[in-house]
Protein backbone atom coordinates (compact mmCIF):
# COMPACT_ATOMS: atom_id res chain seq x y z
CA UNK A 1 0.00 0.00 0.00
CA UNK A 2 1.69 3.35 -1.17
CA UNK A 3 2.30 5.99 1.80
CA UNK A 4 -0.32 8.49 0.23
CA UNK A 5 -2.77 8.15 -2.31
CA UNK A 6 -4.22 10.96 -4.23
CA UNK A 7 -6.50 10.45 -7.08
CA UNK A 8 -4.45 12.03 -10.20
CA UNK A 9 -7.96 12.86 -12.07
CA UNK A 10 -7.64 15.54 -14.42
CA UNK A 11 -11.12 16.75 -12.62
CA UNK A 12 -12.98 19.68 -14.55
CA UNK A 13 -15.89 21.47 -12.57
CA UNK A 14 -17.82 24.22 -14.01
CA UNK A 15 -16.81 27.90 -12.26
CA UNK A 16 -18.62 28.54 -8.65
CA UNK A 17 -18.96 24.66 -8.46
CA UNK A 18 -17.47 23.38 -5.05
CA UNK A 19 -14.28 21.00 -5.66
CA UNK A 20 -13.61 18.49 -3.50
CA UNK A 21 -9.85 16.55 -2.97
CA UNK A 22 -8.73 14.51 -1.10
CA UNK A 23 -5.71 11.65 0.12
CA UNK A 24 -5.78 8.97 2.13
CA UNK A 25 -2.34 7.47 4.19
CA UNK A 26 -1.44 4.60 6.07
CA UNK A 27 1.37 5.67 8.20
CA UNK A 28 -0.85 6.45 11.69
CA UNK A 29 2.74 8.74 12.58
CA UNK A 30 1.71 11.02 10.45
CA UNK A 31 0.35 14.26 12.17
CA UNK A 32 0.97 17.24 10.23
CA UNK A 33 -1.29 17.45 7.21
CA UNK A 34 -0.87 20.38 4.52
CA UNK A 35 -2.27 21.01 0.70
CA UNK A 36 0.10 22.61 -1.93
CA UNK A 37 -1.17 24.54 -4.76
CA UNK A 38 1.21 23.57 -8.21
CA UNK A 39 1.42 25.79 -11.42
CA UNK A 40 2.78 24.36 -14.57
CA UNK A 41 6.35 24.06 -14.10
CA UNK A 42 6.39 25.84 -10.79
CA UNK A 43 7.15 25.58 -7.60
CA UNK A 44 4.53 24.18 -4.68
CA UNK A 45 2.73 26.85 -2.83
CA UNK A 46 1.45 26.39 0.51
CA UNK A 47 -2.27 26.52 0.86
CA UNK A 48 -2.91 25.01 4.12
CA UNK A 49 -1.48 23.85 7.01
CA UNK A 50 -3.41 21.53 9.66
CA UNK A 51 -1.41 19.84 12.85
CA UNK A 52 -3.62 16.58 14.01
CA UNK A 53 -7.35 16.09 13.62
CA UNK A 54 -10.19 18.63 12.47
CA UNK A 55 -11.10 21.62 10.15
CA UNK A 56 -9.64 24.66 9.16
CA UNK A 57 -10.77 27.40 7.16
CA UNK A 58 -9.00 30.01 5.28
CA UNK A 59 -11.23 32.08 2.88
CA UNK A 60 -12.48 30.16 0.02
CA UNK A 61 -10.59 26.74 1.51
CA UNK A 62 -11.43 24.19 3.68
CA UNK A 63 -9.37 21.83 5.17
CA UNK A 64 -10.46 18.31 7.00
CA UNK A 65 -8.50 15.52 8.88
CA UNK A 66 -9.96 12.84 9.77
CA UNK A 67 -6.93 10.97 11.85
CA UNK A 68 -9.61 7.39 12.83
CA UNK A 69 -10.14 6.95 8.59
CA UNK A 70 -6.80 8.19 7.57
CA UNK A 71 -8.29 10.86 5.57
CA UNK A 72 -7.83 14.39 4.75
CA UNK A 73 -9.96 16.66 2.37
CA UNK A 74 -9.49 20.12 0.52
CA UNK A 75 -12.79 21.81 -0.06
CA UNK A 76 -12.81 24.87 -2.47
CA UNK A 77 -15.94 26.76 -2.35
CA UNK A 78 -17.19 29.64 -5.45
CA UNK A 79 -14.66 27.97 -7.70
CA UNK A 80 -12.82 30.40 -10.08
CA UNK A 81 -10.80 29.69 -13.75
CA UNK A 82 -7.57 31.29 -11.39
CA UNK A 83 -8.08 27.95 -9.01
CA UNK A 84 -6.62 25.47 -12.29
CA UNK A 85 -4.07 24.00 -10.77
CA UNK A 86 -2.77 20.91 -9.66
CA UNK A 87 -3.21 20.34 -5.65
CA UNK A 88 -0.71 18.30 -3.39
CA UNK A 89 -1.64 16.30 -0.60
CA UNK A 90 1.63 16.34 1.47
CA UNK A 91 2.37 15.59 5.24
CA UNK A 92 4.77 14.57 8.03
CA UNK A 93 5.44 12.97 11.44
CA UNK A 94 5.54 14.70 14.43
CA UNK A 95 9.60 14.27 15.03
CA UNK A 96 10.81 17.44 16.95
CA UNK A 97 14.25 15.72 16.78
CA UNK A 98 13.75 14.93 12.73
CA UNK A 99 13.58 17.76 9.92
CA UNK A 100 10.39 16.52 9.28
CA UNK A 101 10.18 15.51 5.91
CA UNK A 102 7.46 15.90 3.74
CA UNK A 103 5.83 13.14 2.07
CA UNK A 104 3.86 13.50 -1.12
CA UNK A 105 0.30 12.56 -2.92
CA UNK A 106 0.63 12.00 -6.89
CA UNK A 107 -1.24 15.35 -7.10
CA UNK A 108 -4.77 16.05 -8.53
CA UNK A 109 -5.42 17.77 -12.15
CA UNK A 110 -8.18 20.93 -10.81
CA UNK A 111 -9.43 22.84 -14.36
CA UNK A 112 -12.08 25.14 -13.73
CA UNK A 113 -14.37 26.15 -16.92
CA UNK A 114 -15.93 29.49 -17.06
CA UNK B 1 6.93 38.86 0.99
CA UNK B 2 10.11 36.51 1.55
CA UNK B 3 10.39 33.62 -0.85
CA UNK B 4 12.87 31.03 -1.63
CA UNK B 5 15.16 31.38 -4.76
CA UNK B 6 16.70 29.14 -7.01
CA UNK B 7 19.48 29.64 -9.85
CA UNK B 8 19.15 28.27 -12.92
CA UNK B 9 15.90 28.02 -13.49
CA UNK B 10 17.14 25.14 -16.43
CA UNK B 11 20.00 23.59 -16.38
CA UNK B 12 21.19 21.28 -19.76
CA UNK B 13 24.22 18.89 -19.04
CA UNK B 14 25.85 15.80 -20.78
CA UNK B 15 25.91 12.99 -19.04
CA UNK B 16 28.80 12.53 -16.66
CA UNK B 17 28.72 15.82 -16.22
CA UNK B 18 28.92 17.91 -12.15
CA UNK B 19 26.24 20.17 -11.98
CA UNK B 20 25.21 22.31 -8.90
CA UNK B 21 22.04 23.62 -8.35
CA UNK B 22 21.64 27.17 -5.79
CA UNK B 23 19.16 28.10 -3.71
CA UNK B 24 18.59 31.09 -1.03
CA UNK B 25 16.15 30.21 1.20
CA UNK B 26 14.21 32.87 3.29
CA UNK B 27 16.31 34.68 5.43
CA UNK B 28 15.38 33.48 9.23
CA UNK B 29 14.63 29.79 8.10
CA UNK B 30 16.42 27.02 10.06
CA UNK B 31 15.72 23.85 7.96
CA UNK B 32 16.51 23.04 4.54
CA UNK B 33 15.76 20.81 1.95
CA UNK B 34 15.86 19.45 -1.80
CA UNK B 35 13.40 17.40 -3.43
CA UNK B 36 12.73 16.24 -7.09
CA UNK B 37 10.43 15.73 -9.05
CA UNK B 38 10.25 14.13 -12.26
CA UNK B 39 7.68 14.95 -15.11
CA UNK B 40 4.29 13.32 -14.36
CA UNK B 41 5.67 12.24 -11.16
CA UNK B 42 5.39 12.75 -7.06
CA UNK B 43 7.61 15.62 -5.51
CA UNK B 44 9.93 13.51 -3.52
CA UNK B 45 12.38 14.02 -0.95
CA UNK B 46 15.75 13.99 -1.28
CA UNK B 47 17.40 15.55 1.52
CA UNK B 48 17.09 17.51 5.06
CA UNK B 49 20.08 20.04 6.60
CA UNK B 50 19.83 22.02 10.16
CA UNK B 51 22.31 23.07 11.43
CA UNK B 52 24.78 22.39 9.24
CA UNK B 53 24.83 19.01 8.41
CA UNK B 54 22.21 16.37 6.86
CA UNK B 55 19.10 15.40 9.06
CA UNK B 56 17.81 12.47 6.79
CA UNK B 57 18.73 11.38 3.26
CA UNK B 58 16.46 9.35 1.10
CA UNK B 59 16.99 6.42 -1.01
CA UNK B 60 17.56 8.87 -3.97
CA UNK B 61 20.66 10.64 -2.33
CA UNK B 62 23.38 8.52 -3.02
CA UNK B 63 27.31 8.96 -2.88
CA UNK B 64 26.68 11.15 -6.20
CA UNK B 65 24.83 13.91 -4.45
CA UNK B 66 26.14 16.18 -1.62
CA UNK B 67 24.61 19.49 0.11
CA UNK B 68 26.31 22.37 1.27
CA UNK B 69 25.63 25.62 3.02
CA UNK B 70 28.71 27.36 2.28
CA UNK B 71 28.11 30.60 3.51
CA UNK B 72 24.80 32.38 5.49
CA UNK B 73 23.04 32.10 2.40
CA UNK B 74 23.35 30.00 0.30
CA UNK B 75 22.28 26.38 -0.08
CA UNK B 76 23.45 23.84 -3.39
CA UNK B 77 22.95 20.92 -4.32
CA UNK B 78 26.11 19.12 -5.89
CA UNK B 79 25.37 15.84 -8.49
CA UNK B 80 29.03 14.85 -9.43
CA UNK B 81 28.53 12.75 -12.42
CA UNK B 82 25.10 13.28 -13.55
CA UNK B 83 22.69 9.90 -15.06
CA UNK B 84 19.92 10.29 -17.50
CA UNK B 85 17.72 9.47 -14.66
CA UNK B 86 18.51 12.71 -12.78
CA UNK B 87 16.22 14.63 -15.41
CA UNK B 88 13.53 16.25 -13.01
CA UNK B 89 12.94 19.47 -11.12
CA UNK B 90 14.95 20.12 -8.63
CA UNK B 91 12.91 22.04 -5.63
CA UNK B 92 14.36 23.91 -2.73
CA UNK B 93 12.39 24.49 0.38
CA UNK B 94 12.88 25.71 3.73
CA UNK B 95 10.96 26.10 7.24
CA UNK B 96 11.36 28.48 10.28
CA UNK B 97 11.12 26.47 13.30
CA UNK B 98 11.68 22.63 14.83
CA UNK B 99 7.87 22.89 15.84
CA UNK B 100 5.47 23.89 12.80
CA UNK B 101 6.54 22.07 9.49
CA UNK B 102 5.56 24.83 7.09
CA UNK B 103 7.97 24.03 4.67
CA UNK B 104 8.04 27.20 1.45
CA UNK B 105 9.39 25.90 -2.02
CA UNK B 106 11.55 27.42 -4.64
CA UNK B 107 10.05 27.87 -8.19
CA UNK B 108 12.62 25.15 -9.20
CA UNK B 109 15.52 24.25 -11.00
CA UNK B 110 14.57 22.14 -14.57
CA UNK B 111 17.57 19.56 -14.86
CA UNK B 112 17.80 17.95 -18.85
CA UNK B 113 20.84 15.62 -18.65
CA UNK B 114 21.60 14.60 -22.33
Known amino acids: QKEVEQDPGPLSVPEGAIVSLNCTYS??????FMWYRQYSRKGPELLMY????GNKEDGRFTAQVDKSSKYISLFIRDSQPSDSATYLCAMSTNTFQGAQKLVFGQGTRLTINP | EPEVTQTPSHQVTQMGQEVILRCVPI?????FYWYRQILGQKVEFLVSFYNNEISEKSEIFDDQFSVERPDGSNFTLKIRSTKLEDSAMYFC????????????FGPGTRLTVL
Open chain 2, 27 to 31: SNHLY
Open chain 2, 93 to 104: ASRRTSGRNTQY
Open chain 1, 27 to 32: NSAFQY
Open chain 1, 50 to 53: TYSS
